[in-house]
């Protein structure tokens, strides 16, 4: 049996221009975004048919923990710097570097749940789980959505941290853009937050 | 020599990431900040999805590099961009139904 390469992974595809790795990633962020604007879609559809909103009346900013998002906000947009220190180490030759980079981008999304679980565990506490009412339903199934996607970037971070960075030693450039493409879907993870906080959090 | 090019060109744009980063914070802050002054809903909507708008541009112009990217992402995104409008459109359709005059709906 022999072996079968996927082509053009470090080459620009000659019709694309563009390595196949990335033009796929971008496909995928394509799906993606019609994912979370069914959401949004649903969002809109559900809060405008509501006579207030929340349904138990008050502010979102004041049913939800804005200081909390906010700082998660800040997480988030340090942790996308983080990512792209991360990948300009690459291009500039140095694992080291890319190795601190890529742990700091890590570790910031590890706090980015640990602050979301505060928020989830003090909303049960109180009783207000997606069952509640239509705003808890939204808020869970969209920021769920959203951490779900921040676990998936820990788990591809996390193998270009540890074993995935061995192809660095035989082929660089490769590994350099398997980083770049992790890049791009994390950056969209980071989008999505930015249009999820304040719609949730604030409006 | 060609690694040496690239590697300028990386460190050349390194500032622009940091600019971007500073600028995102900010952001951050004003919309915050904005939700504090409980201006009119479509007022408080509307600026708040300018700065989300503003922010995003500046993630996927500068840190996913959009803004030196080939052809075909932007030919992507545009099919992307109008099913996604069309998604945000659709619950339109339901206004709709209640000026025709469906009691009950």
């Known amino acids: 049996m022999s072996e079968t390469v996927i082509p053009y992974m470090v080459k620009p595809h000659p019709v694309t221009g563009i390595p196949n790795g990335k033009f796929g990633i971008w496909l995928f962020l394509a799906s993606e975004v019609m994912l979370f604007g069914a959401l949004f879609s649903s969002y809109v559809l559900i809060r405008t048919g509501m006579p207030t909103w929340p349904p138990e009346g008050g502010l979102s900013s004041e049913v939800l923990n804005v200081p909390l998002a906010t700082l998660n906000t800040a997480v988030l947009i340090t942790s996308s710097i983080t990512m792209v220190l991360a990948w300009a180490s690459c291009k500039m030759g140095s694992l080291p570097r890319f190795r601190l980079w890529m742990g700091a981008t890590i570790a910031l999304a590890f706090v980015f749940l640990v602050v979301k679980y505060f928020e989830y565990s003090h909303k049960f506490h109180l009783g207000h789980t997606p069952a509640h009412d239509n705003f808890y339903a939204i808020y869970f199934t969209m920021t769920g959505l959203h951490g779900l996607h921040i676990v998936g970037g820990i788990v591809v971070n996390g193998y270009l941290l540890g074993p995935g960075a061995k192809l660095w030693a035989t082929d660089p450039e490769h590994f350099t853009n398997r980083v770049e493409n992790a890049g791009l879907y994390w950056h969209f993870v980071d989008l999505v937050w930015i249009f999820l906080f304040p719609s949730l959090y604030l409006l | ?105």
Do not use: W
Request: glycine share 4%; with cysteine; net charge neutral.
């Open chain 2, 1 to 105: 020599m060609a690694e040496t090019a690239q590697h300028d060109d990386v460190r050349k744009h390194m500032g622009q990431y940091y600019v971007v980063f500073v600028a995102l914070l900010c952001l951050t802050a004003v919309t915050v900040g904005v939700s504090y002054l409980h201006l009119t809903r479509p007022l408080a909507i509307t600026v708040a999805l300018i700065i989300a708008t503003v922010k995003a541009g500046l993630v996927a112009a500068v840190f996913m590099h959009l803004i030196s990217e080939r052809k075909v992402i932007y030919a992507v995104l545009l099919i992307t961009a109008v099913f996604f409008a069309i998604l945000l459109l659709l619950p339109n359709l339901t206004t709709f139904e209640h000026h025709s005059g469906m009691p009950g709906t």
